[in-house]
């Protein structure tokens, strides 16, 4: 018995940009993803505790100590894309789309 595969179908995908956690375009972020690159930062006890995070959290099993860390996130103008108003408001990751 031999194992028949799909026909892969080529997609277009046109006009697309993006920032990702450990690629700054969208190129380096297909790459990294072909390539089997782990872009979610895992943080140690000290880097938590140093970004405020409650030392009581930390002997907690649930606790997630990972997550997408977006280079240079701190240089985007939130303000320039977000009226005021709605800035409170918003998810944090609205800018970055914004931006893109």
Do not use: C
């Not at 031999?2 to 920032?19: D, F, H, L």
């Not at 790459?31 to 907690?60: C, H, K, M, Q, W």
């Amino acid at each position: 018995m031999s194992a028949k595969t799909a026909p892969v179908e080529p997609i277009a995908i046109v006009g697309m940009a993006g920032r990702f956690p450990g690629a700054a375009d969208l190129r380096q972020h297909w790459d990294n993803l072909r390539r089997g690159v782990e872009a979610i930062t895992l943080f140690s006890d000290e880097e938590l505790t140093a970004a405020g995070v409650d030392p009581g959290l930390l002997g907690n099993p649930r606790y997630v100590r990972a997550r997408g860390v977006l280079q240079d996130a701190e240089l985007f103008d939130a303000v320039y894309a977000t009226p005021v108003a709605n800035a409170s408001r918003a998810y944090p990751g609205d800018p970055v789309m914004v931006a893109s």
